[in-house]
């Protein structure tokens, strides 16, 4: 005697275990707290930069070379000299400022910032940073949503309680101390870097990648690698990835972006940017404030062990080979899947009110399926199949 279709569809989808009553008040409380002190904390931070001389170190150099380019489009803005005499001119703090290391399109974009007084294109700059901060933040928090939102979903009589969507609360509480008080994050604002400007498009790469615009990731790498070099190392990861259309996008980003600049300042200051990069910083692998994977050791040796500092960059580089080849290792046997939004699949059975009965249908249950009506109509065909070997015994 068969089974009655109700109970064989409770047994392929148990009922979800509901979370205790007295948890909801509490969640909903530190989903509230959580975020809010960190909130609070960030504001602190924000500012006592402000008040202080924060924010200046790093964009005196940006300045510079944005006042270069508007008094000549085609200084040589990698040149210590031509900085030095821009930075004279802008009255920069400090001056002459850090060597410019960065592609020009940056400097390009600050040419109207320039126009104002360093003092008060400082202020405007950390302003504008501490936007993309938050800005970024709530990014984050967002895509985090997305991925919580399964793991909460909630019965008819959670929205009574104020918990109908919990995860976006739970996103929040994550990612707020996560992101906002991030030392990297708090570093670049307080130094004034173009980190958080970089940050920007990059931040945007998970949510374009989850709604499936893999042209529009290449372009926001493209642009992202444009502000800094950094960046372009996730070329490498799109290719390993074998995301095509997303190289595809970040190359015709590169070489569209490139010709303009390269038309505004000319190809002597362009192409001269990568020999500048790779020049300036090369021996500063044992600071203090090297953040690198390997810095504290690189800078506990030369502390130690001077004469053991050639054996620890030969350690450095065996050690990012080794990274190398485990990262393209893993990238290479992971599954690939279809960035974007997976379609729905069909399975066997049909679904009746979210419960699926996995039994093969008939032949006209399965020509009636097709108009749309086969739901309702396996589910009445087994209750009555049932019914009436029941009667029959």
Same mark, same amino acid.
């Given at each position: 005697?068969?089974? %009655? ?8 989808? &148990? %009922? ?31 500012? /006592?930069?402000?008040?202080? &001389?924060?924010?200046?170190?790093? *964009?005196?150099?940006?300045?510079? $070379?944005?006042? $270069? ?47 104002? =007084? ?16 938050? *800005? ?18 909630? !019965? ?7 918990? $109908? ?21 708090? !570093? ?17 790469? &998970? ?13 926001? @790498? /493209? ?8 960046? #372009? ?5 799109? @290719? ?27 190809? /002597? ?5 990568? %020999?500048?990069?790779?020049?300036? /910083? ?13 810095? +504290?050791?690189? +800078? ?21 080979? #080794? ?37 093969? =249908? ?32």
């Amino acid at each position: 005697m068969g089974r %009655p279709a109700t109970q064989v569809a409770e047994a392929a989808n &148990p %009922p979800r275990t509901q979370r205790s009553p007295r948890g909801r008040p509490r969640l909903a409380a530190l989903t509230v707290v959580i975020p809010a002190a960190a909130l609070v904390l960030w504001l602190g931070w924000v500012i /006592g930069t402000l008040a202080g &001389p924060g924010g200046r170190n790093d *964009f005196a150099t940006y300045y510079a $070379a944005a006042t $270069a380019l508007r008094l000549d489009p085609h200084a040589n803005i990698y040149t210590g000299d031509v900085l030095a005499h821009a930075a004279a001119i802008g009255h920069t703090q400090p001056s002459p400022p850090l060597p410019y290391t960065y592609p020009p399109l940056l400097a390009i974009l600050l040419i109207p910032l320039s126009l104002l =007084p360093f003092s008060a294109a400082a202020t405007c700059w950390l302003l504008f940073n501490a936007g993309l901060w938050l *800005f970024a933040a709530l990014l984050l928090s967002r895509e985090l949503r997305a991925l919580l939102r399964p793991a909460f979903a909630q !019965s008819d009589g959670n929205e009574r309680r104020g918990l $109908a969507d919990p995860a976006r609360r739970v996103a929040l509480a994550f990612a707020f101390p996560l992101y906002l008080l991030a030392w990297p994050a708090g !570093s670049a604002l307080l130094l004034g870097q173009v980190s958080l400007l970089v940050m920007l498009p990059l931040a945007l790469v &998970p949510w374009l990648t989850r709604h499936g615009r893999e042209g529009w990731v290449g372009v926001a @790498i /493209g642009c992202a690698a444009l502000l800094k070099f950094t960046p #372009a190392l996730l070329l490498g990861y799109l @290719i390993l990835r074998r995301r095509w259309r997303a190289l595809v996008g970040a190359l015709v980003a590169l070489a569209a972006l490139s010709l303009v600049c390269a038309l505004i300042v000319g190809p /002597g200051t362009y192409f001269a940017a990568a %020999p500048q990069a790779l020049h300036v /910083g090369a021996d500063d692998a044992a600071r203090p404030n090297n953040q690198a994977l390997l810095g +504290v050791l690189l +800078v506990a040796l030369d502390a130690a062990a001077p004469a053991l500092a050639p054996l620890a960059h030969l350690l450095e580089y065996v050690a990012l080979l #080794a990274v190398l080849s485990g990262a393209t290792f893993m990238l290479r046997k992971a599954p690939l899947s279809a960035p974007s939004t997976p379609k729905p699949t069909r399975t066997r059975g049909v679904t009746s009110a979210g419960k699926t009965i996995r039994r093969r =249908p008939t032949r006209s249950i399965r020509k009636r399926r097709s108009s749309g009506e086969g739901g309702v109509v396996v589910v009445d065909v087994y209750r009555t199949r049932y019914s009436s070997r029941r009667s029959r015994t």
